[in-house]
């Protein structure tokens, strides 16, 4: 197989990778018992693995879930303690930023570890501001919004105290998304809020607003509106979050969510692909000059599985966002799992604090660890369709990504003298993050892989 580059094509200009601590780090930022492997407390070894660009995979981003309060009224139904957050206020103006300890403690660790960026966002709004105070909606025929417009700037005011209390702590809060997958209808199973397109883009008008009166809030933007598919509505929320003039000072671009859920019938709506050539059409034409970020994403199957069939998945969701939609970051939901799904970059089990690591995790770690920050992406060509390919420039160096996702050794002829050293890093069957040097433009890609070639030119 044959690549070639055209660097003088170049499309994105690409931040980097992230996951939210929701639903793990309040559990495994309480865990002191010591790693046997590197000799840290485990809560600090599972933040090193994720966010230290030496030790891990040099995650950028921390998206830290802004809690409504479930766990410490116990009102609702949410079956999963884990799945449920603690509220920093009770009341409007009485703060308590002891609470969440556990998950806080996390955050400042990923930050400590290397993560560059905050992102705070929020599923449900505080129960003292829902119509039924609680931090999921009503069961109703059709969906009902759980937030009342008069409670609009009591909870961007709270929103907004909290993002100020975490920069005043150090943390380089970046984003604020008030509002998570506003087209489901959230009546269960965790704290979620429904918003019409109308209703989510008058949320985001009022914190704009209250934003900018707030000289301490200069440099955070408004980030969303993240909505939970990427078939359904993208269009309707997004009109409505780029309609207000106040609202497109505060952000630099609109935030999907990348899920394609699989119980919807009939071929037309199992296109992935078309879905976001169509997204990123109709961005260009409305809007040109909008990032588009993936501030979510995993997979949606049950069972753990910590092998290659996930990971492979994922790394082809990952290739389709970043060449077709041309997004800008990418985040996984969670980046630990406790439960028996496919879920997450490392599992933990709570019977012993331990942890345990998946494919998912160095496939990660071959697009996070090596695609530097402002690297652009370039055309890659290759004439063997079987092979997906992205490659990044920046300065002075090529990175180009391989997912070969068949069961077959694929050899490659590189865009590289012949003698110049090539760096190799191969996730696979038998592989993680192995590193070689190959003094040849001539390489083998492994089977069911996920391989990073760097080029220095």
């Known amino acids: 197989m044959n690549v070639s580059i055209d660097k003088t094509k170049t499309y994105q200009t690409f931040e980097g990778f992230g996951a939210s601590g929701a639903w793990w780090a309040q559990c495994v930022g309480g865990w002191r018992e010591t790693d046997k492997d590197s000799g840290l407390p485990v809560r600090d070894r599972i933040s090193q693995l994720l966010f230290s660009e030496e030790k891990g995979i040099a995650l950028r981003t921390f998206r830290y879930n802004i809690g409504a309060g479930s766990a410490q009224s116990g009102a609702g ?17 009485v703060y308590d930023f002891s609470c969440d300890a556990n998950a806080v403690y996390m955050m400042k660790r990923a930050v400590s570890d290397g993560a560059k960026e905050v992102i705070l966002f929020v599923n449900s709004p505080p129960e003292w501001l829902t119509k039924n105070h609680m931090a999921h909606c009503d069961k109703a025929l059709l969906p009902k919004e759980n937030l009342a417009p008069e409670n609009y700037r009591a909870f961007a005011d709270f929103c907004l105290d909290v993002t100020e209390h975490f920069l005043r702590a150090g943390l380089p809060v970046r984003y604020l998304s008030p509002i998570n997958e506003p087209l489901w209808v959230w009546n269960g199973g965790q704290e979620g809020c429904h918003y019409r397109p109308k209703s989510a883009g008058k949320v985001l008008s009022v914190f704009a607003d209250a934003m900018n009166e707030r000289d301490a809030l200069q440099k955070v933007k408004l980030s969303g509106l993240e909505n939970g598919d990427i078939r359904w509505f993208n269009k309707s929320y997004t009109r409505r979050l780029l309609k207000d003039k106040a609202v497109r000072s505060r952000i ?14 009939g071929p037309l709506f199992k296109n992935r692909k078309a879905y976001l050539r169509r997204f990123r059409r109709w961005m260009d034409a409305r809007y040109p000059g909008v990032d588009i970020k993936m501030s979510e994403w995993t997979h949606m ?80 060509d290759a004439d063997d369709d079987d092979v997906k390919w992205l490659a990044f420039v920046k300065e002075r160096q090529t990175v180009l990504i391989a997912i070969n996702a068949t069961d077959a050794k694929k050899p490659v002829c590189l865009p590289a003298a012949e003698g110049a050293a090539v ?29 990073t070639i760097l080029l220095s030119q």
């Open 77 to 93: 139904n949410i079956e999963n303690p884990l799945r449920r957050t603690q509220c920093f206020a009770r009341a409007p103006g």
């Open 252 to 265: 630099d671009s609109v935030d999907v969510h990348s899920y394609f859920l699989p119980f919807v019938p």
């Open 301 to 380: 199957q049950g069972g753990r599985d910590k092998g290659m069939d996930s990971a492979l998945v994922m790394a082809n969701v990952i290739y389709e966002d970043l060449s077709l939609l041309n997004v800008t970051a990418w985040q996984h939901w969670i980046a630990v799992s406790e439960v028996d799904y496919c879920d997450g970059l490392i599992y933990i089990n709570l019977s012993d604090s331990s942890f345990e690591l998946t494919k998912r995790y160095y496939a990660t770690g071959n697009f996070s660890k090596y695609i530097p920050f402002g690297a652009s992406r370039v055309r890659v």
């Open 423 to 451: 760096d190799v890093i191969v996730t696979d069957e038998t592989h993680d993050l192995a590193k070689y040097t190959a003094i040849t433009a001539q390489i083998t890609l492994t089977a069911r892989s996920v391989t």
